[in-house]
């Protein structure tokens, strides 16, 4: 049987003013009154109406499928006689029929207008003859393709397609920042701090209760997640961690032209995640020979920010990255684009980020200081990506070939010492490269990838010393108790990953085996992954200062050299005496790696019967950190018992990844040393540290997940409306404990990582998106709705956090006057219990203006606080309270207008303004100060296209 597509363009019959009423009262819809037209009057109107187009290359059924979805007109195609057609995509200004022939140009097809308004897609005439039979034939009706009637549509709340990445609201501009209409996809509360609003990090997101850095993120199919050390939140001065996030490579969504989050029933074919996999796809070249350069800004002082009174003086003197009362933020992006022919194209892009911080080096006035008083903390993030694709006319395979080098820098201080500038630096390169190959019983896909990644640190000095302050050491406060003045840093590490990858997938033709039809695809997986940590050099921190003995008073040694390092003659303030240090640990330099690889193999039967559909899929991992072999089990049954409705379950196993974290961090210790001195000038001998941490047998981490779905799809709801239920639990969730009584650790404890950790979150989703954009007069508006309902609880917070004995016997607590183990208690970040979530984007085109408006309103957030102890049963237990924070709203906007220019130019002006209200959004409290989302702010994007 054919297959073919059928778009709908919207109906405006039905009666929709009061709910335009309300979109327009809460910002979300621009447009005019709709008059009623006949189908005749609208395929006119439709037809000769231009607006933008901007389309990139793609089989030709794909793109006559995105043209009039965002033309809002109906198509009806044979979809497999456009098989092995290609198409160079649609640049420009267009009117619905003008779209169509310029897109089948040089094909045997036509775009024929209907009575009802849609379009028909045919064959063209066979051109006159002579004879007169050919002339009958020439003149008689040509007969259409056959029809089998399916739909294509604009994307959904899991889909975003090009205008969606360029539309919508997003200030840092990274991939994970866009994902705010997703109703399964909650931020870190802390997201949106105005205590940081100068940081440009990509967003840490949770997808059904998951750790952000067990979530799976791919970039043209190669994962950008840190496999290092991801959970990783030291304060940025740890002398031997480097701090870290669960993204690799810092992505600018600029370079992007699809995104798609799948959150539930993800085939076997995808895997090494306990969350969802957000799959995005790098933007291949469209145009002949063309280019665009941008300039985007924002800063402090377009931006509001809520500050408690209770802090505020803190706040305007920060010398500290916590608390970030100025900054500057600009983006410079270029783009250079190239497709001579049909079959090949090149992509440049590069894109410069980057926030300038100016901060207090000192937390006082410190008006005397010898030493500069401000210093200015900066974050870069550089995207550089090259993408080509080569797919010749007629033949089976088709390649590409993608770089993406992403490096990160963040500079730093320590707060009251000199001296101590450092960087740490993240980020690195993926390579890839993808070559499909169509045969008649199969496709085949091979992937080849290459990574390198950085988690690493660069430091002004490798010694650290806090003085007491004196006339000799007088950079610091001395009119503060116990005034000291410190100098240095950490010394400089570098913190590596390389990976080596190959993916190879086989998706068989389609079979028939009775009344049962089936897709079947395998494949595997191989990954080689190599971390390596090294401290370059050697670095001294000098503790425990005292006063300096009369004996040794003029810091002189035995051999009569003198002690400047750790000794000091001058009379400290208030004393009469000079200084010295009496413990001095040493990290000498030292390098070790640690190699690891990952195989997985996986197969898939899709199977159709009648109205009943059944997708059984199998998964195998193996991992040699764990040493374990796992099975995912992966099913969805289907029914659709009617044409506009469908249900499906699923019942699904998804397995994690190992992280190097585990075990590097068993040897970072034993480089270090320790010295001691009392009464004398003379260092001890120097005492060997052991390890802080033991690696034991452990278990790769898993959720299992079940999960319903109902979809309503007719007409009159121009879109899809969708219920799902998801219910997730966690098991082997990786925790790290405390262990005393260990005499092969340093002081006698050990941090042990366990499989103790474990989740379980339940989420009811409801979701709608119009499958064409409807129309308001002048006015074309795409609309996304969302509502979840969540509940998750967890036993832990990341695999960083001590793991305590409370946690691990899993004790009884009492929460809100409420006796429970420990592990019912709700999670403590990502876990708003509802949230609802509304975006339109509407473009006029005859004005080249697109005004996109995000709604986003989250509930009640309950924040766990512990409060004393109380009594139950004989014994003392923990008693933790709630504190409830306030429902935040935000209304996030975009106003973007495109003039044309001449000879296919275009100029680009994009204002975005976050929480346009100015809503004062609570999301933490303590006994002193509450903590609130930043206001109101804007940012300017300017962009020349050519």
């Known amino acids: 049987m054919n297959s073919s597509c059928f778009l709908r363009g919207p109906s405006l019959r039905p009666r929709l003013s009061t709910l335009t009423a309300a979109l327009l009262g809460a910002g979300l819809l621009l447009g005019l009154p709709a008059q009623a037209q006949t189908p005749s009057q609208r395929g006119a109107t439709a037809t000769t109406q231009q607006r933008h187009y901007d389309i990139g290359p793609a089989p030709l059924a794909e793109v006559l499928n995105r043209f009039a979805a965002e033309a809002g007109v109906v198509l009806v195609f044979d979809a497999a006689s456009l098989r092995g057609l290609s198409s160079r995509g649609l640049q420009g200004a267009y009117g619905v029929q003008a779209g169509f022939d310029a897109l089948l140009a040089g ?116 994962s950008v997640m840190n496999d290092l050390d991801p959970g990783r939140n030291v304060p940025t001065e740890s002398v ?90 600009w983006t410079y992006r270029t783009t250079v684009e190239t497709r001579p022919t049909s079959e090949w194209g090149l992509l440049i892009s590069a894109v410069r980020r980057q926030s300038e911080i100016p901060l207090k080096r000192f937390a006082t006035t410190n008006a005397n200081t010898t030493e500069s008083r401000e210093v200015t903390q900066q974050r870069q993030q550089d995207t550089l990506v090259l993408k080509t694709d080569y797919a010749p006319q007629g033949s089976a395979h088709r390649g590409e070939l993608t770089m993406v080098y992403a490096p990160s820098d963040s500079s730093y201080f320590l707060k009251d010492f000199r001296d101590s500038d450092y960087t740490i630096k993240s980020g690195g390169l993926n390579l890839s490269g993808r070559l499909e190959s169509r045969y008649e019983a199969a496709t085949l896909t091979h992937q080849l990838s290459l990574s390198r990644t950085a988690q690493s640190r660069r430091s002004d000095a490798d010694y650290h010393r806090n003085w007491r302050w004196s006339t000799d050491k007088n950079w610091g406060d001395p009119t503060q108790t116990a005034a000291t003045s410190g100098e240095g840093a950490f010394g400089d590490i570098d913190q590596n990953l390389q990976a080596l990858g190959y993916q190879l997938k086989s998706a068989f033709k389609p079979m028939a085996l009775g009344e049962t039809r089936h897709r079947v695809a395998a494949g595997l997986e191989l990954r080689r992954q190599r971390a390596e940590y090294e401290r370059l050099s050697l670095t001294r921190q000098y503790t425990g200062v005292t006063n300096l003995p009369t004996a040794l008073a003029n810091c002189q040694l035995a051999d009569g050299s003198v002690d400047t390092e750790a000794c000091s003659s001058t009379p400290t303030l208030n004393r009469a005496v000079g200084q010295y240090f009496t413990t001095l640990q040493t990290w000498r330099p030292g390098r070790f790696d640690l190699s690891a690889h990952n195989e997985a193999a996986f197969v898939e039967d899709e199977i159709s019967w009648r109205q009943w559909s059944l997708r059984a899929g199998l998964r195998a991992d193996r991992d040699s950190v764990t040493g374990d072999t796992g099975l995912s089990p992966r099913l969805r049954l289907g029914w659709h018992p009617l044409e506009a409705v469908s249900l499906d379950l699923g019942a699904n196993r998804y397995r994690g990844r190992s992280l190097f974290a585990y075990a590097l961090q068993e040897k970072i210790n034993t480089l270090k040393t320790i010295q001691t001195r009392r009464n004398t000038l003379v260092w001890g001998s120097a005492a060997q540290s052991l390890p802080e941490n033991r690696l034991e047998d452990m278990k790769t981490p898993y959720d299992d997940e079940l999960t319903a779905g109902l979809t309503l799809d007719t007409p009159w709801l121009n879109g899809p409306v969708s219920l799902r239920l998801t219910h997730r639990n966690g098991r082997d969730q990786v925790v790290k404990r405390v262990v005393s009584n260990q005499g092969d650790c340093n002081n006698n404890r050990c941090y042990i990582y366990t499989n103790d950790g474990k989740s379980r979150s339940t989420d009811w989703t409801l979701s709608w998106s119009n499958a064409t954009a409807f129309k308001t007069g002048p006015v074309a508006t795409r609309m996304w709705v969302a509502f979840n309902k969540s509940d998750v609880t967890t036993n832990y917070a990341t695999y960083a956090d001590n793991f305590g004995s409370d946690q691990l016997n899993d004790v009884v607590v009492q929460y809100n006057g409420r006796f429970m183990r420990y592990s019912e208690l709700p999670a403590d970040n990502y876990n708003r219990p509802w949230t609802l979530r509304v975006g339109a984007m509407s473009s006029l085109p005859a004005q080249n203006l697109t005004v996109t408006n995000i709604l986003r309103i989250r509930d009640r957030y309950e924040q766990v606080l512990q409060d004393g102890t109380t009594e139950y049963e004989g014994a003392t237990v923990d008693v933790y309270r709630r504190t409830p924070l306030p429902r935040s709203l935000a209304l996030d906007t975009v106003i973007q207008w495109e003039p ?6 275009r100029l680009s002006v994009k204002l975005t303004l976050e929480n346009i209200t100015n809503r004062r959004n609570k999301i933490a409290v303590n006994d002193t100060y509450a903590t609130y989302e930043r206001g109101r702010a804007v940012a300017l994007d300017l962009s020349y296209d050519f």
Request: net charge neutral.
């Open 107 to 222: 094909t045997p097809l036509q775009a024929r207008p209907g009575a009802s308004g849609g379009y028909l897609l045919e064959r063209r005439p066979p051109a006159p003859s002579p004879a007169a039979e050919a002339d009958a034939q020439a003149a008689a009706p040509v007969s259409a393709l056959p029809v089998v009637r399916t739909t294509a549509r604009l994307p959904t709340v899991e889909q975003l397609d090009r205008p969606m990445l360029r539309n919508l609201p997003t200030i840092n501009g990274d991939l994970t920042s866009q994902l705010k209409l997703n109703p399964n996809i909650q931020y870190s509360e802390t997201a949106l701090s105005s205590n940081t609003a100068g940081e440009i990090a990509p967003a840490e997101i949770s997808i059904h209760g998951a750790k952000p850095y067990q979530n799976q993120i791919t970039i043209d199919g190669v």
């Open 240 to 329: 031997d961690l480097i701090p870290g996030s669960s993204q690799s490579l810092a992505i600018d969504s600029s370079i992007l032209c699809q995104v798609e989050v799948q959150d539930s029933n993800v085939s076997a074919e995808h895997g090494r995640f306990t969350g969802g996999l957000v799959e995005a796809k790098v933007c291949a070249a469209r145009k002949k020979l063309g280019g665009s350069v941008g300039v985007g800004y924002t800063s402090s002082d377009w931006t509001h920010v809520f500050i408690d009174p209770a802090r505020r003086s803190e706040f305007e003197n920060s010398a500290t990255a916590d608390l970030q009362p100025r900054f500057t933020k």
């Open 900 to 905: 044309r220019l001449p000879r296919d130019q």
